[in-house]
């Protein structure tokens, strides 16, 4: 078997424009790309009201049990395809990995690969919602989330490989998704450790809608 890591192919098939007036918007299908803003916009669902998390946006059939959002009639490869349009350059999954073991990872990961690195907002009924209403870090840690376009990986005879996992983005390493959190926590099956849906907000439902806001993270 052989596997090629972020490699920078176009899977995703322009479905249509959003606006034939408007040719900076592309959809495919529920993922909206804004060429002239360079960002991306998902449309989403709530998967689970409580539980460990793996993913935080999987496939309607893939492993909603353990991701926070899940999306319709979309795949992997098209978010992948929508990142490489707003400029965004995959970083191999390897070296993130290293640098997740450095002590100084973080820095090193800010200083030298930018062009990898994303901002995600949550929009809830037109409003900016709070990542920390969806899920909770049971670990204690108050450095800000930094997610990275790793661009996932593509198998001879196979294809892309999140297209057969539907995992679009992930808070526990995964090389399989275009999107990674970079992060040190631990197992989140081993004890205490990683991220969990936040049970403690009773508002939310499952199916609940709402839009994720991708776009490449602005230096500070």
């Not at 901002?119 to 840690?141: C, F, V």
């Not at 989330?145 to 661009?151: E, S």
């Not at 040190?184 to 936040?198: A, L, M, Q, R, T």
Request: hydrophobic share 40%; aromatic share 8%; glycine share 6%.
């Amino acid at each position: 078997m052989t596997v090629s890591f972020a490699a920078p192919v176009v899977c995703g098939e322009v479905k249509q424009t959003v606006n034939a007036d408007d040719t900076n918007i592309i959809q495919l299908n529920n993922i909206f790309i804004d060429k002239k803003e360079k960002e991306i916009r998902i449309k989403a669902q709530l998967a689970i009201k409580e539980g460990i998390l793996e993913y935080f946006l999987v496939g309607n059939e893939g492993k909603t049990y353990e991701s926070v959002l899940k999306v319709v009639d979309c795949k992997p490869s098209d978010l992948n395809f929508a990142l490489l349009l707003i400029g965004c350059k995959p970083m191999n999954f390897e070296t993130m990995l290293d640098l997740i073991r450095d002590t100084d990872g973080r820095k090193k990961l800010l200083k030298n690969y930018k062009d990898s690195l994303l901002e995600l907002e949550i929009i809830s009924a037109g409003k900016k919602m709070e990542l920390q209403q969806l899920m909770r870090n049971r670990e204690s840690t108050t450095d800000p989330l930094l997610w990275v376009y790793t661009g996932g990986l593509f198998i001879k005879d196979h294809g892309y490989a999140g297209d057969l996992e539907l995992s679009y983005i992930s808070v526990w390493p995964d090389p399989t998704t275009p999107v990674n959190l970079f992060a040190k926590n631990g197992n989140p099956y081993g004890g205490d450790f990683g991220f969990e849906v936040n049970k403690r907000n009773t508002a939310l439902k499952i199916d609940q809608n709402f839009e994720i806001l991708i776009r490449r993270r602005q230096p500070l």
